[in-house]
Nanobody, 123 residues
């Protein structure tokens, strides 16, 4: 059984930093990419960042470029999201996801999802 478990969320003031972690357990035949998504209250889930499992290339949504960094540790089956200079608009539940649906920001291409970790940024 594949499980993804996020951690590292919390309450932080605007301008602060958090580092999210996601550990993947279980057997997955193939992974193309791992990604982070977020969902704010009353809004749809949105793409945040992804990292290719092939070459480690990364993609970010425009609103987090220069502030967030996605990274991975394949040996530990983990991905991270370093979030700096946080803004109140970053408040959301953050989810990690993985799968073999290609290197894409489309959420429906990811087979496996975590339960999410809450990030709250106060102004």
């Amino acid at each position: 059984q594949v499980q993804l478990v996020e951690s590292g969320g919390g309450l932080v003031q605007a301008g602060g930093s958090l580092r999210l972690s996601c550990v993947v357990s279980g057997s997955i035949d193939r992974i193309n990419a791992m990604g982070w998504y977020r969902q704010a209250p009353g809004k749809e889930r949105e793409f945040v960042a992804l990292i290719s499992n092939d070459d480690g290339s990364t993609t970010y949504t425009n609103s987090v470029k220069g502030r967030f960094t996605i990274s991975r540790d394949n040996a530990e089956n983990m991905i991270y999201l370093q979030m700096n200079n946080l803004e109140p608009e970053d408040t959301a539940v953050y989810y990690c996801a993985t799968g073999a649906g290609g290197i894409t920001s489309q959420a429906d291409r990811y087979n496996y999802w975590g339960q999410g970790t809450q990030v709250t940024v106060s102004s």
